[in-house]
């Protein structure tokens, strides 16, 4: 006998996390299955799109939501604050578990990532699920696998980011459309091993790669780069890691012609975006256009106490390398006397996180990036035994900072410099922890760390702490949803 169940969207895909994001007001909107099922007409029942109008909608929605408040705000907390980069900063609770390794399955930024990530995977679904089925003849063949691999792309990314932070996660490759439904496995999901997620990943990836266009006129679109750039990162982060694979697509991103700007503050200064470093780039057009990016004050500005507050330790590390101009173009130093308390740093002489400068609303944020996939490559050569090689693509990085170049004589000499470089190169762009994690650095790392007197901070760093807890919410909704470990 069918069952007398009502299931809107919403009470759906939360149980897997994929809608709501977030309980604050300002951000509440309407469901999925609005945007994408009720505006046209289905009556809360999907039977996809018609239209190529329709599909380049709902795949501008994917897009959007590299605007929303994991890409502005959390994507670099998750990356810095969790590692040795910065500390939580500002005065948020739910920062403070993150920095210290005292999170709860009840932290709201743990939950709120979670649906932000799996909402737009539920956006990429509804494309690919329906953009076959499209008889528009607006619709071109060529547009159509454009869309697949853009699609793809997406929500292979979004899953990159679910598995690293949560590990075994629920997979959902498909829309669901039915609210009043026998099987409950549909809506109910139990978590799925992280080596099947890595695969639909690389699967997505590759799909990607044979689909969209191999450049766009600007960089917030994605493109046959961007697919291997991202596909040399899942290489080097899977277990175990297959740096011939990373080799492979690193020397296809750096066969695309991208080149490194003359001067890496002009990465950050708002006057070169789009630039010929940039590989992925999220694009601001200010307050006016509706499309303003917020986040960069969150991390910048005297008004209030910024997150990220950058590290004792890191300002040592670029001190001791001589690195003025990436530490200049990444860290800025104000009087902040009166204004609030620091148990890190004197408030006479107080560090902002400063690439993120702009706080009118136009910053654009840089994902993707060639030194980024430089020193990548220069990590896959390292376990090939080419050290010359490796060196060579380290030391063109250097020379733009105007840093000596290194003659790393052993790959653990080679493997230390690479990761410091990419420490001062990339920092604050939501890099080093996953960099610490993927090396197997992480704990040694972390619990090591000192403060400006050299007092250790006191993190105790586990195995289990490595990975954030399912939240609480979800599995009180879906009893399958198993916990991690040391939760």
Same mark, same amino acid.
């Given at each position: 006998?069918?069952?007398?169940?009502?299931?809107?969207?919403? =009470?759906?895909?939360?149980?897997?996390?994929?809608?709501?994001?977030?309980?604050?007001?300002?951000? %509440?909107?309407?469901?999925?299955?609005?945007?994408?099922?009720?505006?046209?007409?289905?009556?809360?029942?999907?039977?996809?799109?018609?239209?190529?109008?329709?599909?380049?909608?709902?795949?501008?929605?994917?897009?959007?939501?590299?605007?929303?408040?994991?890409?502005?705000?959390?994507?670099?907390?998750?990356?810095?604050?969790?590692?040795?980069?910065?500390?939580?900063?500002?005065?948020?609770?739910?920062?403070?578990?993150?920095?210290?390794?005292?999170?709860?399955?009840?932290?709201?930024?743990?939950?709120?990532?979670?649906?932000?990530?799996?909402?737009?995977?539920?956006?990429?679904?509804?494309?690919?699920?329906?953009?076959?089925?499209?008889?528009?003849?607006?619709?071109?063949?060529?547009?159509?696998?454009?869309?697949?691999?853009?699609?793809?792309?997406?929500?292979?990314?979004?899953?990159?980011?679910?598995?690293?932070?949560?590990?075994?996660?629920?997979?959902?490759?498909?829309?669901?459309?039915?609210?009043?439904?026998?099987?409950?496995?549909?809506?109910?999901?139990?978590?799925?091993?992280?080596?099947?997620?890595?695969?639909?990943?690389?699967?997505?990836?590759?799909?990607?790669?044979?689909?969209?266009?191999?450049?766009?006129?600007?960089?917030?679109?994605?493109?046959?780069?961007?697919?291997?750039?991202?596909?040399?990162?899942?290489?080097?982060?899977?277990?175990?890691?297959?740096?011939?694979?990373?080799?492979?697509?690193?020397?296809?991103?750096?066969?695309?012609?991208?080149?490194?700007?003359?001067?890496?503050?002009?990465?950050?200064?708002?006057?070169?975006?789009?630039?010929?470093?940039?590989?992925?780039?999220?694009?601001?057009?200010?307050?006016?256009?509706?499309?303003?990016?917020? =986040?960069?004050?969150?991390?910048?500005?005297?008004?209030?106490?910024?997150?990220?507050?950058?590290?004792?330790?890191?300002?040592?590390?670029?001190?001791?390398?001589?690195?003025?101009?990436?530490?200049?173009?990444?860290?800025?130093?104000?009087?902040?006397?009166?204004?609030?308390?620091?148990?890190?740093?004197?408030?006479?002489?107080?560090?902002?996180?400063?690439?993120?400068?702009?706080?009118?609303?136009?910053?654009?944020?840089?994902?993707?990036?060639?030194?980024?996939?430089?020193?990548?490559?220069?990590?896959?050569?390292?376990?090939?035994?080419?050290?010359?090689?490796?060196? %060579?693509?380290?030391?063109?990085?250097?020379?733009?900072?105007?840093?000596?170049?290194?003659?790393?004589?052993?790959?653990?000499?080679?493997?230390?410099?690479?990761?410091?470089?990419?420490?001062?190169?990339?920092?604050?762009?939501?890099?080093?922890?996953?960099?610490?994690?993927?090396?197997?650095?992480?704990?040694?790392?972390?619990?090591?760390?000192?403060? =400006?007197?050299?007092?250790?901070?006191?993190?105790?760093?586990?195995?289990?702490?490595?990975?954030?807890?399912?939240?609480?919410?979800?599995?009180?909704?879906?009893?399958?949803?198993?916990?991690?470990?040391?939760?």
């Amino acid at each position: 006998m069918r069952k007398a169940k009502t299931y809107n969207y919403i =009470g759906a895909l939360l149980l897997v996390g994929a809608l709501l994001l977030g309980c604050d007001d300002f951000l %509440d909107r309407d469901p999925l299955s609005k945007l994408t099922n009720e505006d046209l007409g289905n009556d809360g029942k999907s039977t996809g799109f018609t239209t190529a109008s329709q599909a380049e909608a709902i795949l501008a929605g994917c897009y959007g939501d590299f605007r929303n408040e994991y890409f502005q705000l959390d994507y670099y907390v998750n990356g810095d604050a969790q590692a040795d980069n910065a500390y939580a900063g500002a005065d948020n609770p739910n920062n403070f578990q993150i920095d210290e390794y005292a999170i709860e399955s009840v932290n709201n930024n743990v939950l709120r990532d979670w649906r932000y990530l799996y909402s737009t995977i539920a956006k990429a679904n509804t494309v690919l699920d329906h953009i076959d089925s499209v008889t528009d003849a607006a619709l071109t063949e060529t547009r159509r696998a454009e869309i697949k691999g853009e699609a793809a792309f997406v929500r292979a990314y979004m899953y990159f980011e679910l598995v690293r932070q949560y590990g075994d996660i629920p997979l959902l490759v498909h829309e669901i459309t039915e609210w009043d439904v026998d099987d409950e496995s549909k809506i109910y999901l139990s978590r799925t091993p992280q080596a099947e997620i890595y695969q639909q990943i690389i699967k997505d990836l590759e799909l990607a790669v044979a689909n969209t266009r191999a450049t766009t006129a600007n960089k917030n679109v994605a493109t046959k780069s961007t697919a291997h750039f991202l596909l040399a990162k899942v290489y080097a982060t899977v277990e175990p890691h297959d740096w011939a694979k990373v080799n492979e697509h690193a020397d296809a991103v750096l066969a695309a012609g991208y080149e490194l700007l003359p001067e890496f503050d002009q990465l950050w200064d708002g006057t070169h975006e789009n630039s010929s470093e940039a590989i992925f780039e999220i694009t601001y057009d200010g307050w006016d256009a509706g499309t303003g990016n917020w =986040g960069a004050g969150m991390f910048y500005g005297i008004d209030w106490k910024k997150f990220n507050t950058p590290t004792n330790d890191l300002v040592a590390a670029f001190d001791a390398e001589g690195d003025e101009i990436r530490k200049n173009a990444s860290i800025r130093f104000a009087d902040v006397t009166g204004k609030w308390s620091d148990r890190y740093w004197p408030l006479t002489n107080f560090p902002y996180s400063y690439k993120y400068r702009n706080t009118n609303g136009t910053q654009n944020y840089i994902l993707f990036r060639l030194a980024d996939i430089m020193l990548l490559k220069a990590e896959a050569l390292t376990d090939a035994g080419d050290l010359e090689g490796a060196a %060579d693509l380290v030391n063109e990085i250097r020379a733009r900072v105007h840093l000596d170049a290194i003659t790393p004589t052993t790959d653990a000499n080679m493997v230390q410099a690479i990761a410091k470089e990419r420490r001062l190169e990339l920092v604050f762009e939501g890099q080093r922890w996953y960099d610490l994690k993927r090396t197997g650095k992480a704990i040694e790392v972390m619990n090591a760390l000192r403060d =400006g007197n050299g007092n250790s901070l006191g993190y105790q760093l586990t195995e289990d702490r490595l990975l954030w807890p399912i939240p609480q919410n979800e599995r009180d909704k879906n009893e399958k949803l198993t916990q991690n470990d040391g939760y």
